[in-house]
Nanobody, 128 residues
Framework: QVQLLESGGGLVEAGGSLRLSCAASGRTFSIYHMGWFRQVPGKEREFVAAINRSGGSTYYADSVKGRSTISRDNAKNTVYLQMNSLKPQDTAAYYC?????????????????????WGQGTQVTVSS
């Protein structure tokens, strides 16, 4: 199995920055894409960003494109999400996701159905 542990969330003023980290442990060799999703109460979990195994391909939601950067350090089994120019509407619980072979076969890199492994989440709150 794979375990994912997020860190780096917190309270920040609008316009500020945060870097989220997600450390993977366990059968990390079975992880393909890594992604970040976010969710606010009463709404579905939404895609934020994803990165492929080599780090050579990245994907972003339109809502964060140009303000966020996803990166991956395979030697440390860690994926990062650097978020800049944060807005109050970025407030959410942010979840790290890992894609295994089943998820890879779906090709759904921007959909939560394409990921098998999930962290517990880290809260990001942006004040106006």
């Amino acid at each position: 199995q794979v375990q994912l542990l997020e860190s780096g969330g917190g309270l920040v003023e609008a316009g500020g920055s945060l870097r989220l980290s997600c450390a993977a442990s366990g059968r990390t060799f079975s992880i393909y894409h890594m992604g970040w999703f976010r969710q606010v109460p009463g709404k579905e979990r939404e895609f934020v960003a994803a990165i492929n195994r080599s780090g050579g391909s990245t994907y972003y939601a339109d809502s964060v494109k140009g303000r966020s950067t996803i990166s991956r350090d395979n030697a440390k089994n860690t994926v990062y999400l650097q978020m800049n120019s944060l807005k109050p509407q970025d407030t959410a619980a942010y979840y790290c996701a890992g894609q295994g072979l089943r998820g890879l076969s779906t090709g759904r890199n921007r959909d939560h159905d394409g990921y098998e492994y999930w962290g517990q989440g880290t809260q990001v709150t942006v004040s106006s």
